[in-house]
Nanobody, 123 residues
Framework: EVQLVESGGGLVQAGGSLRLSCTAS????????IGWFRQVPGKEREAVSC????????VYADSVKGRFTISSDNAKNTVYLQMNSLKPEDTAIYYC????????????????WGQGTQVTVSS
C-alpha cells in the first residue's frame, strides 16, 4: 500500500519559515516525481513545486520562487519543502503527491496523495 505522510505545518508569523516533509512508503521512490500543492477552501488546488527523483529537476510556481526550496533525500524516501519569507497568502493546506511518470504541474495527473498539513501565516 502506497502512503504519503506530510508533516511540518503550523502557525507562523509573516516573514517566518517552516519546513514541510513528505515521507513515502510502498513505492520505488527513485521512480517517482513528488509535487507539493496547496489549497484554500473554495479555491482550486494549485501547484507549488515539484521534483523528479530520477534526475533532481525542480520546478517552482512564480509566487514562491526565491522563497521556497524543494529537495529530496532518496535514502529516507522523503521530500522537503523549505518555506522562507512566508506571507499570509501562503496560508493553505499543503499536500504532497507522487506521480510515476515524471513531474507534472497538474494535480489531476498525480497517482497518490498525502492527507495534507495546514500552514497558517499570520500578518
Amino acid at each position: 500500500e502506497v502512503q504519503l505522510v506530510e508533516s511540518g505545518g503550523g502557525l507562523v508569523q509573516a516573514g517566518g519559515s517552516l519546513r514541510l516533509s513528505c515521507t513515502a512508503s510502498g513505492l520505488t521512490f527513485d521512480d517517482y516525481a513528488i509535487g507539493w500543492f496547496r489549497q484554500v477552501p473554495g479555491k482550486e488546488r494549485e501547484a507549488v513545486s515539484c521534483i523528479s527523483n530520477s534526475d533532481g529537476v525542480t520546478v517552482y510556481a512564480d509566487s514562491v520562487k526565491g522563497r521556497f526550496t524543494i529537495s529530496s533525500d532518496n535514502a529516507k524516501n522523503t521530500v522537503y519543502l523549505q518555506m522562507n519569507s512566508l506571507k499570509p497568502e501562503d496560508t493553505a493546506i499543503y499536500y504532497c503527491a507522487a506521480r510515476g511518470e515524471g513531474s507534472s504541474w497538474f494535480w489531476t495527473e498525480y497517482d497518490y496523495w498525502g492527507q495534507g498539513t495546514q500552514v497558517t501565516v499570520s500578518s
